[in-house]
Every structure is written in C-alpha cells, then in structure tokens.
C-alpha cells in the first residue's frame, strides 16, 4: 500500500471507533493517526531499503513486527500514566492497522519476529527506493499490485471528505 492508502483505510478506521465508542468522541487527534498509519514505512524503509540495504535489502523489518508494537505501546503507557498524552496512545493502534493493511500475516516470519527466526528474507526485487517504485508501476496490471492502487484510490476519497469536513467545521466567516 501507498501513503493515502495507509492514511485514508486507517483514518476511517479510527473515525468508525469514534464514532460507536462515545469514550472516544473528541479525543482521536487524526493528524497522530496519520502519522502512527505510516510510521512502520517511515522507519523500515530508510532503514531496510537505504541503511542497510546491502544486509536487509527489504522494506519490511523492525518496525513491521508485533513485537516491536508492543513494546512501543508498554513504553507509550507508561509515558501516558506519568503526562496523560492520550495523543501518544494513537501511535501504536494506527501503525498495527497498518500491519493489517499489509497483511503481514502472510509473511509470519516478519509479523512473529524474532519467535520464529532471526532473520529477515530480503525483498524479490534488489535495489533502492526508486527500483521499487520503477518495479510497482510497470507491474500495476498485476492483479495482485493492481490491488495497492484501489487502496490508494480509496485512501484519497477517505482524506478528501476528511478535508471537506475538517474544513467545513473550521473554517472562519468574515
């Protein structure tokens, strides 16, 4: 999945649960759920694909792991009980909506790391970001690929009526 569609699928998520949990009517910070929706690319891509791309060569490590949510949340709660930033609590139930959004499932030896191995299978395809890219539009008649772009479809619908709205209810009349 691309940028709006991690955004736009993870903000309706989180709108829904505002929406039918009334404990959480007025505290979801939507630009938090933004930022928690891509931070597992946001840091496994530079790392995976730039830093250690010799090693790793994959866009998928660390941060696409469920045992690394879980202890950023353990960490998140335990800030949360000292300053009560219910903002910070956001951050790591977007960027495990993510994990879904990537069906990580599929690939359980990212999802369980390190239960059921050490290591991280590198990527099909070798090279750089751009090479990824290059490599995601001259296959986007893949079926499968394909799939990525009507999440993203979706993803910027999602946003602009989030927009909309946002706008609506904010703007200043003079």
Known sequence: MFVFGHVGLTILAFYLAERWLP????????????????????????LGRFLLADSLASGRIFAHTLIFWILVGLIIVLIWQKWRADFLLILPGAAVLHLLEDSMWQTPEVLFWPFLGWSFQADEMAGGFLDYLLHVFSNCYDPAISMVFVSEIFGIMICMVGAVRWYRANRIWH
Do not use: E, H, M
């Not at 959480?24 to 946001?42: E, R, S």
């Open 23 to 46: 404990r959480l009517q007025g505290k979801v910070n939507y630009g938090f759920v933004a930022i928690g929706a891509l931070l597992p690319d946001l840091i496994d891509k530079p």
